[in-house]
């Protein structure tokens, strides 16, 4: 069992940017591809950025709207995995959920992540 926390949403302008944060519990994070997806009101689930667990080559991988401006990395000694958000867009507004699958495949599909935390709200005013 996983238990993820997220935190670091919150209110920013367009242009800006916010850096969040996904706490594991467990002593195997580093066996978990960590993803983060986020939900807007009325829209579908969306990837936005994942890094594989040790022992995978390749990625990070990134969502077509985020590439270039959002990162991922990940702490294992902290057992917690990030998301640097930069130049924030109006549209980039969402309730942002970081999710863990204990494999490395498809790792753009969010049915395969069997941990999820509860999401935190980021808003990107114009």
């Known amino acids: 069992q996983v238990q993820l926390v997220e935190s670091g949403g919150g209110l920013v302008q367009a242009g800006g940017s916010l850096r969040l944060s996904c706490a594991a519990s467990g002593r195997t994070f580093s066996s978990y591809t960590m993803g983060w997806f986020r939900q807007a009101p009325g829209k579908e689930r969306e990837f936005v950025a994942a890094i594989r667990r040790s022992g995978w080559s390749g990625g990070p991988y990134y969502g077509d709207s985020v590439k270039g401006r959002f990162t991922i990395s990940r702490d294992n000694a902290k057992n917690t995995v990030y998301l640097q958000m930069d130049s924030l867009k109006p549209e980039d507004t969402a309730v942002y959920l970081c999710?863990?699958?204990?494999?490395?495949?498809?790792?753009?599909?969010?049915?395969?992540?069997?941990?999820w935390g509860q999401g935190t709200q980021v808003t990107v005013s114009s």
């Open positions: 999710a863990a699958r204990p494999g490395g495949i498809n790792v753009v599909v969010s049915t395969g992540y069997d941990y």
